[in-house]
């Protein structure tokens, strides 16, 4: 493997590992245990016990993903700055660090604003699909070209937007508080269109987005069966982790959103994502990449 793409590698598996802290913080309640930014409660290392080591460690993988994607964006610059599209993916990424890094601060100066919360998440996705795209780009270079049908990568880039979409929607649901608001599943307080009351309305919209993404979830394994080995059991998987994630849907009411059950619903909608844009990264033309150093 090229330093490049360990490089990638390691940043995306922490970038994964920071998302999943970030879930574990908002199901324990632990948003504002450092009731300051960016020092926590004006220390820069506070006591590390209870919910502020919880959040506490989030900011510290946090800092450690800015680190490595400042290496990752040094050794492209370096190395491969020849490569346009590489090096427009790397500077992606990290402006879209320095986004998130604004909107962190700001979700807990406003105290959780739902809104905030959302835009956190969905920035922090955004953030994973260019490392993803950027390791597959490189994985590319090093293989034979793969040559995908344009419905095959209509499909692949449609359902990562809408799966991106549906984790922002499931974020403002857990961070306005309606992750309850249907008390039961598959119904909603005993109907199909229940009234909609509060919370009522952003609940039905994220189960509704959940078939929404079985849907074209399906269509891209429709649009994979010709399509090369890789595409054929990345679609696969991604079909098994929407039926995984349902279930955890599900499980979330039925727990009564248990803290181990909305985090594995996280971490799996962060699998699901993670591949469909993975899926995509392949099936469109990769660009020239040098995957070791002149």
């Known amino acids: 493997m090229s330093r490049l793409r360990r490089l990638t590698a390691w940043s995306i598996a922490l970038t994964v590992v920071l998302i999943t802290l970030g879930g574990i913080v908002r199901a324990t309640g632990a948003g504002l245990a450092c009731p300051d930014w960016p020092l926590c409660h004006g220390r820069l ?24 994607t400042l290496i990752l964006a040094a050794h492209v610059w370096r190395f491969h700055r020849r490569d346009a599209a590489l090096l427009r993916t790397v500077l992606l990424a990290t402006a879209l660090l320095g986004v998130q890094v604004i909107l962190g ?23 994973l699909a260019t490392l993803l795209l950027l390791y597959a780009a490189v ?21 990562a937007g809408v799966t991106l979409a549906q984790i922002a929607l499931g974020g403002y649901v857990s961070a306005s508080g309606a992750g309850l608001a249907c008390p039961d599943f598959p119904l909603c307080r005993g109907s199909l269109v229940p009234p909609l009351a509060e919370g009522v309305l952003i609940q039905l919209l994220h189960r509704m987005g959940a078939l929404v993404v079985a849907l074209v979830v399906v269509a891209l394994v429709v649009q994979a069966r010709q399509s090369i080995a890789p595409i054929r059991r990345l679609t696969a998987a991604a079909a098994a982790l929407v039926i995984v994630q349902i279930g ?47």
């Open 105 to 127: 601060g700001l979700t807990v100066r406003t105290a959780l604003t739902a809104g905030l919360v959302a835009a956190h998440l969905g920035t922090a996705m955004a953030f």
């Open 45 to 68: 290392i506070p006591p590390l016990a209870g919910p502020i080591l919880v959040e506490y460690s989030h900011r510290l993988a946090a800092s450690v993903v800015g680190v490595l």
């Open 139 to 159: 994985w590319q270079s090093e293989q034979a070209p793969i040559s995908a049908p344009p419905r095959l990568r209509v499909a692949a880039t449609l359902a």
């Open 248 to 294: 955890l849907g599900a499980l979330n009411i039925f727990t009564r959103v248990a803290p181990p059950i909305t985090v594995l619903h996280l971490l799996t909608a962060t699998m699901l994502f993670g591949t469909l844009v993975v899926i995509a990264g392949l099936a469109w033309p990769a660009q020239a990449v040098s995957a070791q150093p002149p």
